[in-house]
Nanobody, 119 residues
């Protein structure tokens, strides 16, 4: 079974930066892709960014393009999200997730980490 644990959330001011990390564990961890999602109060969970595990191809939500960068370390089984120029609307619980195939949904989820951006 795959376990994902996020870290790095916190309270920052608008314009600041924050780096989230996700550590994955499991006997055979080799996902197709890893992703970051977020959920703000009263809103549905939304996609933020993803990266394929072997090729490193990335995708971003339009709302974070140019500000957020997703990266991975295959040797350490970690994925990170560097968030720059944070805005109050980035406030949310951020979740790390993994999917085993492009044909399957994200099946493994972390517990989430809170990011709060004050204006």
């Amino acid at each position: 079974q795959v376990q994902l644990v996020e870290s790095g959330g916190g309270l920052v001011q608008a314009g600041d930066s924050l780096r989230l990390s996700c550590a994955a564990s499991g006997r055979t961890f080799s996902p197709y892709a890893m992703g970051w999602f977020r959920q703000a109060p009263g809103k549905e969970r939304e996609f933020v960014a993803s990266i394929t595990w072997s090729g490193g191809s990335t995708r971003y939500a339009d709302s974070v393009k140019g500000r957020f960068t997703i990266s991975k370390d295959n040797a350490k089984n970690t994925v990170s999200l560097q968030m720059n120029s944070l805005k109050p609307e980035d406030t949310a619980v951020y979740y790390c997730a993994a999917r085993n195939s492009i044909l399957r949904e994200y099946a493994y989820w972390g517990q989430g980490t809170q990011v709060t951006v004050s204006s």
